[in-house]
């Protein structure tokens, strides 16, 4: 318990005062059978179940040499026959190195990634998404920007009305479909050209930040 510091006579103490009700473990998921023998060793209790150690799928290790992308090729043959299927990370940084094995983006390749990483129902794939799309815009701009505010331009007066568009510009090129970059990346350059050239006319831009935009 001492990684988590955690005493278990305070715990003990803490499920007296309080009154809570005991239950006996019968079964252990988190831990396999050969674990459990060992507790019932130390603790003198009997038939606890936990995992058995064969059971399936096993555990598989692929290594790679300079970037986590070598291995989705490996990922893929794994779920074949699966139809649901995730990628299960200690850190989203770790992640994020699956999206690209580019290891510095020039300015199309930091759009190309914003769209792609857009999901508004994941908070920390939206603050990439967003922090990348404000660089994107920034470099067109060449314009002083507010500090921690997605590269917000000093002449907007709200820095929410700044995220608002930057969300809703996400939403607009995710809904002309360049989010689908199954073409050849020059059809998809091109496509995301026009978009971009068209965002501050856009009716979910308010006047003030369409006029910023418009050296886009």
């Known amino acids: 318990y001492g990684f988590r510091d955690v005493d278990p006579e305070e715990i003990s103490k803490f499920v007296g005062n309080n009154d809570f009700v005991s239950l006996e473990l019968t079964s252990n998921f988190r831990s396999c059978q050969n674990i459990i023998n060992l507790c019932e060793k130390l603790t003198g209790r009997r038939d606890i179940i936990g995992q058995v150690t064969w059971l399936e799928p096993k555990c598989f290790i692929a290594q790679y040499d300079s970037c986590p992308t070598e291995l989705i090729s490996t990922f893929e043959k794994l779920c074949n026959g699966y139809k649901n299927n995730t990628i299960i990370s200690r850190g989203h940084s770790i992640l994020q190195k699956f999206q690209t094995s580019a290891s510095k983006l020039n300015n199309v390749q930091k759009l190309a990634l914003a769209i792609k990483l857009f999901d508004p129902d994941d908070m920390d794939a939206l603050e990439k998404s967003m922090t ?6 920034r470099h067109h701009l060449q314009e002083c920007i507010k500090p921690n505010s997605f590269n917000c331009p000093q002449s907007i007066d709200s820095n929410l009305a700044w995220r608002r568009f930057l969300c809703s510009s996400l939403k607009y090129f995710t809904n002309n479909n360049l989010k689908q970059m199954t073409g050849s990346w020059s059809n998809w350059v091109r496509s995301a050209k026009t978009l971009v050239r068209n965002l501050s006319s856009q009716k979910f ?12």
């Open 205 to 216: 831009i308010i006047q003030e930040i369409a006029q910023v935009i418009s050296p886009l």
């Open 132 to 137: 990348l799309l404000s660089e994107f815009i």
